[in-house]
């Protein structure tokens, strides 16, 4: 595909297909954009063009996520809709990956990721992983709906440095609670990092929780400034 435009009306168009849930130039839906470059075929030729995949995930795909969750909120779109705005940014996240987790690294140690109990949301786990394995830690990503007994047996088969927990539902949110004490009741000694878009710094102190980040280089820098490497 022949691309003749600037990076910014491509970024704009990458913010579009996440919203639309535009795949490629094959993909049948949405009916209006058939034909039309989708995120496999625009992804590639913003990285081609040295565009940095955090400008990528900041000004293109996290703005088309923003306004699938604006127009869900209002109603204006439905779950099967999220859906497969979902999927389309799961398939544009599997492209950068490569290009944020750069292998040679040694790795610093082991953490579990997981999103809890009752809750289904992965996207923003999936990110948090990227970057820690981009910034080189050995990541055991447990997966969605995750309860504690899940994380107490990996805690135990595992020598782990830390967890990581997500949420992005106030009810599920109240679920941390319990898995951050059982983790601490079990394994005081390793520490809780929770996120999501519901969480705040408050809620963490309330739950316990050894750090709050908005985002994942928070968690990373965590990890590296709390873990020498020898
Ligand atoms: C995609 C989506 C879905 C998809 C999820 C698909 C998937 N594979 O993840 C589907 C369709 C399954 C879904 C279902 C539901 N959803 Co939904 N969903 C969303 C949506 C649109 C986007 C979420 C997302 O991926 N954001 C992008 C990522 C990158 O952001 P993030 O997760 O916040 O992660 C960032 C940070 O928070 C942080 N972070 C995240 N986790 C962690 C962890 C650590 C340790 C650290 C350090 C950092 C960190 O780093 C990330 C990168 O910066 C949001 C709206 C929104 N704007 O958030 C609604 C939203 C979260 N959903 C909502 C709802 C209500 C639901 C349903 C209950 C709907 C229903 N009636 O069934 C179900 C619940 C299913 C369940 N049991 O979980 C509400 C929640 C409202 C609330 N207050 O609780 C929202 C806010 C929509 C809305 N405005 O109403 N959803």
Redesign the pocket.
Known sequence: MNFSFDENYLLSQLALCIERGKLNSSSKFPADMISQPGVEELLPELLSRNISPKIILDNGL?IG??R???K???GKIF?PD??I???A??AAMEILRPYIVKGDLKLKGKVI?A?VK???????????RMVLEGGGWEVIDLG??VSSDKILDALKTNDIKAV??????????LNMKDIVRDIKNNFPEIPV???????NQRFADEINAD??????Q??LDYLNNNFSLN
Not at 121 to 128: C, E, P, T
Not at 164 to 173: F, I, N, V, W
Not at 193 to 199: F, M, R, S
């Open positions: 996290l996520m923003n699938v969750g604006e869900f909120r209002d779950i999220v859906l705005s979902a999927k940014m799961n990721l999103t009752g809750d289904l949301h992965n996207i923003g786990k999936n990110l948090v969605i709906d990581g927990l997500s949420a992005l539902l106030t009810t599920t949110m990092a929770v996120g999501g878009a519901p969480l750090l709050y980040s908005p985002d994942p928070g968690m």
